[in-house]
């Protein structure tokens, strides 16, 4: 899991399988996944399948606020270990384009210092 993502131990043994439904939920103005743009701030899964987010937007005007919690619900809920997902959006702490992943600023085109 990416360093700048809170996730229990639970939600880490899972990883893989989580990284892959987030990379299928995808911010259509920017054309990135929701994991390699760094909008995810906290996993918690707990014993009964309850998988709670944090997640941000990359601006509070983005397109997409009301449609992406529903397609990570709905990717999320695929998963074999999940029964139940709530997404709490957050701004604070703002997000930042330092969050974006090195694969995901090569597919924007943008410097991978």
């Known amino acids: 899991m990416r360093a700048d993502i809170e996730a229990n131990d639970r939600a880490l043994a899972i990883e893989d ?26 996993i918690d899964l707990d014993e009964n399948g309850h998988c709670k987010m944090v997640i941000t937007f990359t601006e509070i005007a983005c397109g997409c606020i009301d449609t992406l919690p529903k397609d990570l619900i709905d990717a999320l809920t ?8 709530s997404v709490e959006v957050v701004w ?22």
């Open 17 to 42: 399988k989580l990284i892959e439904k987030f990379e299928t939920v995808y911010d259509p103005e920017i054309g990135l996944d929701i994991y390699n743009l760094g909008l995810i701030y906290k």
């Open 78 to 85: 695929q998963l074999d270990e999940i029964n139940k997902v």
């Open 92 to 113: 604070s702490p703002a997000w930042k384009m330092t969050r974006i992943s090195r694969l995901g600023r090569a597919m924007l085109g943008i410097s991978v210092r």
